[in-house]
């Protein structure tokens, strides 16, 4: 059963930074694509990055651009979310989640298999 918990949420100021983690589990990742999504209050979910598993080709959206980072490590089974010069817009849940290889639409959250749980990030200003 294919597992994403992601971790390392929590309470940031204006300007502050913070990682997180998601650790996959159930499967082999192979050319699957990982991404990170996030929700606020009364939003739709919002991509933010993906990263292909076997490969590391990287997505991003344009809302996060020079200030997050996705890498992943594969001995680990874990993909990261690097957030910098957060502000306090970046609220929001925050989720990971996997595509099977070869599904179009690696942007669109309907087209990913597998979610985690989600992570709360606050940012204070």
């Known amino acids: 059963q294919v597992q994403l918990v992601e971790s390392g949420g929590g309470l940031v100021q204006a300007g502050g930074s913070l990682r997180l983690s998601c650790a996959a589990s159930?499967?082999?990742?192979?050319?699957?694509?990982i991404g990170w999504f996030r929700q606020a209050p009364g939003k739709e979910r919002e991509f933010l990055a993906s990263?292909?598993?076997?490969?590391?080709?990287?997505a991003f959206a344009d809302s996060v651009k020079g200030r997050f980072t996705i890498s992943r490590d594969n001995a680990k089974n874990t993909v990261y979310l690097q957030m910098n010069s957060l502000k306090p817009e970046d609220t929001a849940v925050y989720y990971c989640a996997a595509k099977k290889p070869g599904a179009p639409g690696s942007t669109v959250a309907t087209s990913y298999d597998y979610w985690g749980q989600g992570t709360q990030v606050t940012v204070s200003s």
């Open positions: 159930g499967r082999t990742f192979s050319n699957y694509r």
């Open positions: 990263v292909n598993w076997s490969y590391g080709f990287t």
